[in-house]
């Protein structure tokens, strides 16, 4: 069966990288029937159907899921929503919903929801009625370019959690921690599967491992730095995740007594500007080759640097190869990289 996933719209690769992860990561087999800007549509066996929630649980770049019934054009939308068996689909209220994906588009939504909303009325009656407010089925319609979908939502992903959980309203606050919806994202993209292990050597206020935590990761933590060792686990303990062990390390020395099946860090960037960053570049090339022991052989790694850090560079003297990279433009400045690699 084919699902529309609305993509957000801030990154360009990010959002569609994130899915591909998450489905992988949960074992949802799917088959790409087409990339949009701003949707994916996918193809996926009707039997995963009800597993689509532990993606709706797990992903921070998709706004809504919804299931396609009407795949169309706009000369044939409205011949095609005549057609469809409405009494099928509705048993009692629902409420049609149009969103245009390029704002140039000529049509007017509202109007367009009305027309729909009255073809279906007409075709089942008084039977059901029209609620706008929290109606049992929610028919989602996408208008791209030429194309329209169209469908019965099937999730609209919560982002409160986003919101509350932004670095400053953690009990434990240092400036230079990364959005939560982008450490989601990151974690996302090793496809670390619920008790599995994630290590983060920088781990600084715990950004990262908050994000990972809800998900069911098991935890690890370290951190050169006794004051953020402590603030992590104030800020763990705050979201009520426990199951964690957190402890000051210098990742080049660091040792685990069991290797862990995911890292995702955002190592420090500090350019003094004597030596542009130089120490950094040291820093990371150091971890990543402590991250070779440290992380299993089917591994992969998530790491944020800055443009001017040559990643690839780096990588090349270690065991480790990049395999998906995306780019963040953060203010003109500053670009962050983020990368994703495993053992090659
Ligand atoms: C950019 S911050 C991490 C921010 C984190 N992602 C967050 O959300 O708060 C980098 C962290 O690396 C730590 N650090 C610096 N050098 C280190 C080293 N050699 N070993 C381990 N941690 C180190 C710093 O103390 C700092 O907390």
């Excluded at 569609?16 to 087409?34: D, S």
């Excluded at 409205?78 to 140039?104: C, F, G, N, T």
């Excluded at 169209?150 to 609209?156: A, I, N, Q, S, V």
Aim: overall charge neutral; charged content about 30%; aromatic content about 6%.
């Amino acid at each position: 069966m084919e699902i529309a996933f609305i993509l957000s719209r801030e990154h360009q690769t990010l959002p569609k990288a994130e899915l591909k992860g998450v489905l992988e990561a949960e074992n949802i087999p799917f088959k790409i029937k087409n990339y949009f800007n701003g949707l994916s549509l996918l193809k996926i066996p009707e039997n995963c159907l009800n597993r689509l929630n532990s993606v709706e649980k797990r992903v921070s770049l998709t706004h809504e899921i919804f299931r396609v019934i009407i795949d169309t054009d706009t000369d044939n939308l409205i011949s095609s929503i005549e057609k469809y068996q409405w009494k099928d689909l509705i048993d009692s209220d629902y409420a049609v919903r149009v969103k245009k994906m390029e704002k140039s588009q000529d049509i007017n939504t509202l109007e367009l929801e009305r027309e729909i909303g009255g073809i279906i009325k007409d075709q089942i009656g008084d039977r059901v009625i029209v609620n706008l407010e929290n109606p049992s089925t929610f028919i989602r319609t996408v208008i791209l370019d030429e194309k329209v979908l169209m469908g019965p939502r099937l999730f609209k992903i919560p982002k409160k959690h986003f919101f509350d959980l932004k670095p400053h309203k953690r009990p434990f606050f240092y400036p230079g921690s990364m959005s939560p919806k982008l450490a989601r994202s990151m974690v996302n993209l090793t496809r670390i599967k619920r008790g599995e292990k994630l290590l983060d050597p920088f781990c600084g206020t715990g950004g990262i491992l908050i994000e990972a935590g809800i998900i069911g990761a098991r935890l690890v933590g370290t951190d050169i730095d006794p004051k953020m060792v402590s603030g992590t686990i104030e800020n763990l303990q705050h979201c009520n995740i426990n199951d964690y062990e957190v402890f000051r390390a210098d990742v080049r020395k660091l040792n685990l007594p069991h290797k862990v099946d995911a890292v995702v860090t955002d190592p420090p960037y500090g350019i003094s500007a004597s030596t542009r960053g130089e120490e950094s570049r040291e820093l990371c090339g150091e971890a990543l080759l402590s991250l070779e022991h440290l992380i299993k052989d089917s591994g992969r790694i998530c790491l944020a640097t800055p443009h001017y850090m040559d990643i690839q560079g780096l990588v090349e003297g270690t065991k480790f190869e990049i395999i998906e990279q995306h780019h963040i433009r953060m203010h003109k400045s500053l670009t962050r990289v983020i990368s994703v690699m495993k053992k090659s």
